[in-house]
Structure formats: structure tokens, C-alpha cells
């Protein structure tokens, strides 16, 4: 996983098809705990490109903050250059494979979305 700044994380977002970025933060456990296990899974998942921007570091460089979030970790994944996920915390190493997978293969259908479900009354 390449830790960036969020200036090269969205050019990074506009040039690869599948986009991987966690946003973490010094001295939060669960991102401690986390960011290792996704760096052992990068090599299974070799079409995406995994990212990681440190919040703490952010916040020092930056003059303006346009994209922080509230929650760490957090994990954005976008398919050419839009953003279809977002989970915060951790999770199964198993789900994040499966739901990687899913969207590289074009097969992953979001759970929030509203499905028509063809019936008439």
C-alpha cells in the first residue's frame, strides 16, 4: 500500500480503472490493526491500486482540507474514477477480497440500492 497525499490519491483516481483509499490517522488502534492486514492482501487483488492517506499528516500540509473524514479507518473503492464504496472500521479480510472481486468483476450490486421489483398491483 503507497501512503499519499490526497492531491495524488484523486490523481491516482482519475488515472486507474480501480482505486483503493484508506484514510488512517496516528494513534488509532483499529487502523494500526488493519492497514497491515490489507498490505498482505494487495498481492491477490493485483488490478486494483491501494492507497493510504494519513489524516494526521494531511492536516499539517494542507492549506485547505477538501476530503477528510470523521470516522478512521475508512475505505473508499471507485471504478473509474467514481466512488461505488465506502466502509468504516475494519473488516474480514474474506468480505474485503469478496467485495474487491466483486466490483473488479463487475458482478457486486450495492446493498442501499433501491431495486424495482417488477410487481404490479
Not at 40 to 52: C, D, P, Q, R, T
Not at 55 to 78: G, N
Amino acid at each position: 500500500m503507497i501512503e499519499v497525499t490526497e492531491t495524488k490519491a484523486v490523481d491516482t483516481i482519475n488515472t486507474y480503472p480501480l482505486v483503493h483509499v484508506t484514510w488512517h490517522k496516528e494513534n488509532c488502534p483499529v487502523c494500526e490493526y488493519f492497514l497491515p492486514e490489507l498490505e498482505g492482501i494487495e498481492e491477490s487483488l493485483s488490478e486494483w491500486k491501494f492507497l493510504s492517506v494519513n489524516s494526521t499528516e494531511h492536516r499539517r500540509i494542507a492549506k485547505q482540507v477538501l476530503w477528510e473524514p470523521t470516522t478512521f479507518p475508512i475505505t473508499y473503492l471507485f471504478v473509474n474514477g467514481v466512488r461505488i464504496f465506502v466502509a468504516a472500521g475494519a473488516a474480514p479480510l474474506d468480505a474485503v477480497v469478496q467485495t474487491h472481486n466483486a466490483i473488479a468483476e463487475g458482478t457486486w450490486v450495492d446493498p442501499n440500492r433501491e431495486v424495482d421489483s417488477g410487481s404490479s398491483e
